[in-house]
């Protein structure tokens, strides 16, 4: 369904995720009678969805300034179908693999990619597949895919002796089951980041106390040229405040000008 919102164009799209469900996503283009210079697909963070402020005020922005930007929800999150309890890391990575492909069948060709918190390390670890993916940004994404276990630190020996659990993330409570554990120890990436062989933008408030501002240093180390870094004072995890969320759009706008 495509419909118009404050002289943009949005379109409903379906994917079929890594397991079959169907996952809700959204596009948003320029205008009428505008032809995106580009296409952006954007991956929310851990047990978020593709409504989140972070995700929204992005794509609206990206689609303003002239690209085609897609969000859309991970298994068993938001709008889409399936078990959020039954999600790893390389289930995230095959659902935004599925999502580049949609861009695709759109008839977008080569793509930047975003990439918030974990869907920022998965953004990395999917980078390798995705030939379609030229250029990359991650926003307060951890060195490591074991990081986000300290969300959820109270629960993990209940969750390794019986292989599910509820835990609480955010003040939120969601079901997990152990295979998350025991597919965090599959992916590297920092190796990752080392290897991407394209243009690498690690965007990440210095005050950030969710993903410590060691690991966008950590990130940009591993990364080649062409790269760079964008550290705001504030702005924590999440870019709540609208004036620092409007800094990091100019900032992803000016890297995709200058990449794609």
């Not at 419909?3 to 949005?10: A, N, P, Q, Y």
């Not at 994404?141 to 074991?146: E, I, K």
């Not at 004036?243 to 759009?249: F, K, Y």
């Amino acid at each position: 369904m495509v419909s118009i919102v404050s002289g943009s164009i949005t379109e409903q799209v379906m994917i079929v995720g890594a397991r079959g469900h169907r996952l809700a996503g959204v596009i948003h283009y320029p205008g009428e009678n505008t032809a995106p210079k580009g296409s952006i697909l954007l991956a929310h963070c851990f047990s978020c969805s593709k409504d989140l402020h972070t995700m929204t005020r992005l794509t609206k922005g990206l689609a303003a300034n002239g690209y085609a930007a897609m969000r859309f929800d991970f298994t068993g999150l938001g709008q889409s179908g399936g078990d959020f309890a039954e999600t790893t890391v390389s289930a995230n990575i095959s659902d935004l693999t599925r999502a580049a492909v949609a861009l695709i069948d759109k008839g977008f060709g080569p793509c930047g990619l975003i990439g918030h918190s974990l869907g920022g390390a998965a953004a990395v670890l999917a980078a390798h597949r995705l030939k379609t993916v030229r250029s990359l940004i991650t926003i307060g994404a951890p060195a490591t895919v074991g990081h986000v276990t300290h969300l959820f630190s109270n629960s993990i020996e209940e969750l390794e002796a019986s292989g599910r659990a509820m835990v609480s993330i955010a003040g939120r409570s969601f079901e997990l089951e152990s295979g998350f554990l025991d597919d965090l120890a599959h992916h590297n990436v920092l190796d990752k980041a080392a290897d991407l062989g394209r243009p690498y933008c690690v965007i990440h408030a210095k005050d950030d106390d969710v993903v410590g501002f060691e690991n966008a240093t950590a990130l940009y180390a591993q990364a080649k040229e062409p790269k760079k870094l964008v550290a705001p004072d504030t702005g924590g995890h999440m870019f709540t405040d609208r004036a620092v969320a409007g800094q990091i759009l100019q900032a992803a706008v000016d890297w995709f000008d200058h990449t794609l």
